[in-house]
C-alpha cells in the first residue's frame, strides 16, 4: 500500500469505500489521470482506493491508498482483488477498461457490491474481435452500470450490443486549473519557430492517430510552402515508427517529436493550428486543450466524432471539409484504407489526404484572416469541467 489515508467523514458518518481498478499508476496515461484528478473532488463524500493491474511503471502520485496486483496471471489476480474488496470493505468497484472489467466481474461474484464498467475506447473496434465482443455482450450487462464518455460511444453500444444499462460521463478536466496552467511562462529551451506557419499534434503515438496520412500530407505541403512546420507531442509504442516515416520522407527540417509536456500548453499557445487527423477516438480531451490554447483546428470527422466536442451536436454532416467558427473537419480515413498507406508511403495522396492537404494550404494562405475568426472563446467549455463530472459520478455511486 502507497500513500496517505484520508480521514472519513467530516460528521462522523462512514464514507462509502470505492475502488477503482486501473492498468497502472503510470503519471502519464489519460485515464489513470483522469481518475486520479477526480478523486480529489469526490473525497469529501467517498473513500477511494486504487488497484494497479500492472506494477511495472512508474507510479502516479496519488493521494489515496493504492494496492498492486502482483501476479500476472488473471486467476490469481482475482483472488489478490478479491481479497482486498472484502478486506477493504469496499462497496462499489469502477473498472477503467476491458481487462480489468472482466477481472473486476469474476472477482465480485457472489459479493454484495455496486459494479460499474468504464469504457474508454471505440468501441466499434471490437467488432471483429470475438474476445471482447464476447465481453460486452455477456459480462458488461451484470454491471449496474456502464459508463460512456460520449453520445455518440453509448449509441454503439445500444446498437451494436444491446446494452441497456449504459449511462453518458464525458471525459472533463479542472478547467481553472488549465486556465492556470495556460498564463505559466514558456522556458527558453521550449521555444519553438516564431515564423512562418507553426502545427503541432498531440496524442499517443499510436498508428491509428493517424500520423503516417498526416505526414505524407505534410511533404506536399512543405514543397509547395516550406516554412510550416509542424510539432508532434506524445510518447510510447508508436515512436520509432514516426522517426523512421520523417526520414524516410526528407522531413527532418519540417518535422519536430517532442516528449510529452506536463503542461502541454507551453506547445500549444505557441503554434497557429492543432491537427488531429486520427482514424478512432473514444473521446479527444486534446481537443478541449486545443480550444482553450484558441488554436485554429483542423480535425477528422472519425468514430466516435471529434465534432461531440467541437460541435456538441448529433446532426449529420453532408458535405466536407465542414468549417465553423472555431475548427474545420474533414473526412476520416478508414483503418483498412491505412493499412494500404503503411504498404507503400510514396504512393501518390488519396482523396481524404488531398482534402487535407487542401484545407491546410487554405489555412497557410489566410492564416491572418484564420487567426482573428478563431479568436479563443469560452463558451461551452464548462460542458468539459470537473464539477459537472463530479456532480455525475455522485449521483451514480449514491450515498
Known amino acids: 500500500m502507497s500513500h496517505c489515508k484520508k480521514e472519513s467523514s467530516h460528521d462522523g458518518k462512514k464514507n462509502k469505500k470505492v475502488l477503482v481498478l486501473l492498468e497502472s499508476l503510470a503519471r502519464s496515461r489519460g485515464t489513470e489521470k483522469l481518475f486520479s484528478q477526480l478523486s480529489f473532488f469526490l473525497s469529501d463524500d467517498y473513500d477511494i482506493v486504487y488497484v494497479a493491474r500492472d506494477v511495472s511503471v512508474l507510479h502516479a502520485d496519488f493521494d489515496w491508498p493504492s494496492f498492486e496486483l502482483r501476479s500476472r496471471n488473471m486467476f490469481f489476480q482475482i483472488f489478490e482483488l478479491r481479497n482486498i474488496i472484502a478486506r477493504e470493505d469496499i462497496s462499489c468497484v469502477i473498472g477503467t477498461n476491458d481487462i480489468g472489467n472482466i477481472t473486476l466481474y469474476f472477482a465480485t461474484l457472489f459479493l454484495h457490491v455496486q459494479k460499474i464498467a468504464t469504457i474508454h475506447s471505440n468501441p466499434l473496434l471490437h467488432l ?182 467541437l460541435w456538441n451536436t448529433d446532426e449529420k454532416i453532408q458535405e466536407y471539409p465542414h468549417t465553423s467558427d472555431r475548427w474545420i473537419l474533414v473526412r476520416a480515413i478508414r483503418e483498412e484504407t491505412l493499412q494500404v498507406l503503411e504498404d507503400d508511403i510514396s504512393q501518390k495522396l488519396i482523396p481524404e489526404e488531398q482534402q487535407l492537404l487542401q484545407v491546410l494550404i487554405d489555412v497557410y494562405e489566410s492564416l491572418e484572416d484564420y487567426k482573428t475568426r478563431y479568436q479563443y472563446n469560452p463558451k461551452n467549455l464548462e460542458d468539459f469541467d470537473i464539477t459537472r463530472a463530479q456532480k455525475q459520478w455522485k449521483d451514480l455511486l449514491g450515498n
Open 128 to 309: 471483429k474481435n470475438i474476445f471482447k465482443t464476447c465481453i460486452i455482450r455477456y459480462i458488461y450487462p451484470s454491471f449496474d452500470f456502464v459508463v460512456c464518455v460520449s453520445r455518440a460511444q453509448q449509441g454503439i453500444m445500444q446498437q451494436y450490443f444491446s446494452l441497456k444499462n449504459t449511462r453518458v460521463i464525458q471525459n472533463f478536466m479542472d478547467i481553472s486549473t488549465e486556465k492556470h496552467k495556460l498564463s505559466l511562462p514558456i522556458q527558453k529551451h521550449q521555444k519553438i519557430h516564431t515564423t512562418g506557419c507553426n502545427s503541432i499534434m498531440v496524442g499517443r503515438l499510436d498508428r491509428l492517430k493517424g500520423f503516417l496520412p498526416l505526414l505524407r500530407v505534410w511533404k506536399q505541403l512543405v514543397q509547395k510552402y516550406p516554412d510550416n512546420y509542424l510539432y508532434i507531442v506524445g510518447e510510447w509504442p508508436y515512436e520509432s515508427t514516426i522517426l523512421e516515416y520523417i526520414s524516410q520522407l526528407w522531413l527532418k527540417e519540417y518535422v519536430f517529436l517532442l516528449w510529452q509536456s506536463d503542461n502541454i500548453y507551453t506547445y500549444t499557445k505557441q503554434v497557429d493550428v492543432f491537427v488531429f487527423p486520427s482514424l478512432s477516438e473514444a473521446f479527444g480531451m486534446v481537443l478541449v486543450e486545443s480550444l482553450l490554447s484558441g488554436n485554429i483546428i483542423v480535425s477528422s470527422d472519425c468514430p466516435v466524432w471529434p465534432r461531440e466536442i
